[in-house]
């Protein structure tokens, strides 16, 4: 049985990270919000829902302006990261989303190249494969920080297709969040929406396709 993806003659897929593979917008929630509480102030869920699928400089030039913060911003980011790193490495076990391992498991024996892209930065994205044991899938990673630039700007998509050595008609790409789409999409590839219900109200109407589990795409 072929995946969606070959169906439409792709030969890569790129996956977003946060909210694909892993189900971990409340996991960042809450790191993030217990850092703000230390700051001084209280992150809601209704404010941080707008900076899902963004990098941590969008969030930190927005708290650090909101807010009045002294500190440089990268000494808020480097404190974040290091807090959400030890709160993953402390972790027993967090589980992929439903679904991931045989849908990686399918484009492997389909010979697809697998790739990520995500608005996270490289030292966060490869602790988070490792904690979900899947690194051995992938055959490209691009963070934000590899690029300079986060979604919704294409950049971290260009990249991981250059590293599969594919063009953006024989890529297919799988996002959760606004941001990831518009990023995907500018990128030319053909973009499938995951509707994850911790990602909040995200309008994903300019994806090619949607699913409601990753097995669909199976």
């Not at 076990?93 to 389909?110: F, Q, T, Y």
Request: glycine residues 8%; contains cysteine; charged residues 20%.
């Amino acid at each position: 049985m072929a995946t969606l993806f070959h169906r439409h003659g792709c030969k890569a897929v790129v996956f977003d990270m946060d909210g694909v593979l892993i189900d971990s917008e409340p996991l960042h929630f809450q790191v993030l919000g217990e850092l703000c509480q230390s700051l001084g102030f209280t992150l809601t869920w209704e404010r941080f829902v707008p900076f899902i699928g963004k990098d941590e400089v969008t969030f930190w030039t927005w708290a650090i302006r909101e807010h009045q913060l002294g500190a440089p911003m990268q000494d808020y980011i480097r404190t974040y990261l290091d807090r959400l790193n030890r709160f993953f490495t402390s972790t027993a076990h967090i589980p992929p989303i439903d679904g991931v391992v045989e849908l990686l498991e399918a484009l492997k024996r389909e010979g697809m190249g697998i790739g990520l892209a995500s608005s996270s930065a490289i030292r966060v994205i490869e602790d988070t494969l490792g904690t979900l044991g899947i690194s051995q899938y992938f055959d490209a990673l691009a963070g934000a920080d590899q690029v300079g630039k986060s979604k919704p700007d294409p950049a971290v998509y260009r990249k991981a297709m250059e590293d599969l050595g594919v063009a953006p008609s024989e890529c297919g790409a799988i996002e959760d969040s606004n941001y990831g789409m518009l990023a995907a999409k500018a990128s030319g590839a053909f973009c499938v929406a995951y509707r994850n219900p911790s990602a909040g109200e995200q309008d994903l109407s300019m994806a090619d396709a949607a699913v409601d589990s990753l097995r669909e795409l199976l």
